[in-house]
């Protein structure tokens, strides 16, 4: 398993934002956690990433238990966020942006070839190779997110909304994308509120509600799930 969260709880000051999240990651695949707005689903994400302190339960990442662990430091056991709203540096170029994701490598030659595997894995990002990562379109910019995230060479990658603030011809792109990375054997843990594209591609699926998990399944079983429908597609 190459992620097991369990009973964990987050408080922003006194304010629980989830209390009692059980789930995991199998090696190799891709999770959905889907939900409403301010249900938990980005505080589960950085609490597993670090940035978020867990005030109660565990979280094991290859066998190793992180909740400790600072955030910096989980980077090079494997982990890697690609925060909501991208956070990309609007001022510098595609490849510096990349370069500045490898900060875990230390051999200059291992960074270019990392850069060369990334413009592989996005020919868009070749393109757009000395174009400043700001003048980008909001999906290029997401593709070149997902890009910097891999940089690190995570073997469990979590994606906070992808699909945020991108036209939707380009949401088709990067759910592609995402399967294009798992396809190489990276994890994948998915948190949207685009619950109908999430759960099409994930093998898995979690839906939090007010910071508890309330249903989980297969990707397709939960998608066709009737109360899934009524509740949170408006079907």
Avoid: C
């Amino acid at each position: 398993m190459n992620l097991e969260i369990k009973n964990l709880m987050v408080k922003y000051d006194d304010v629980l934002a989830i209390s009692d999240v059980t789930m995991s990651v199998a090696t190799g695949t891709i999770v959905a956690l889907v939900g409403g707005n301010g249900n938990g689903k980005s505080t589960t994400l950085r609490a597993v990433a670090g940035l978020n302190a867990a005030h109660a339960g565990s979280i094991t990442f290859n066998g190793q238990a992180i909740q400790s662990v600072p955030a910096h430091e989980r980077v090079p056991l494997g982990l890697s966020l690609v925060p909501e709203g991208r956070r990309l540096f609007p001022r510098l170029t595609v490849r510096r942006n990349l370069e500045l994701g490898a900060f875990t490598q230390s051999d200059d030659h291992e960074v270019k070839s990392s850069v060369d595997e990334m413009f592989s894995l996005f020919p868009i990002l070749k393109e757009r190779e000395k174009q400043l990562a700001g003048t980008m379109s909001g999906g290029e910019q997401q593709m070149l997110a997902i890009a910097r995230g891999l940089m690190a060479k995570p073997r469990l990658l979590m994606l906070d909304e992808p699909s945020w603030g991108i036209a939707p011809k380009f949401v088709t792109k990067v759910l592609d994308v995402i399967q294009q990375v798992n396809a190489t054997g990276v994890s994948i843990l998915l948190v949207e509120q685009n619950l109908s594209k999430a759960l099409s591609i994930a093998h898995y699926g979690y839906v939090i509600q007010t910071g508890r998990i309330v249903m989980e399944g297969k990707g397709q079983d939960l998608l066709h799930d009737d109360k899934i429908k009524q509740a949170y597609l408006g079907l």
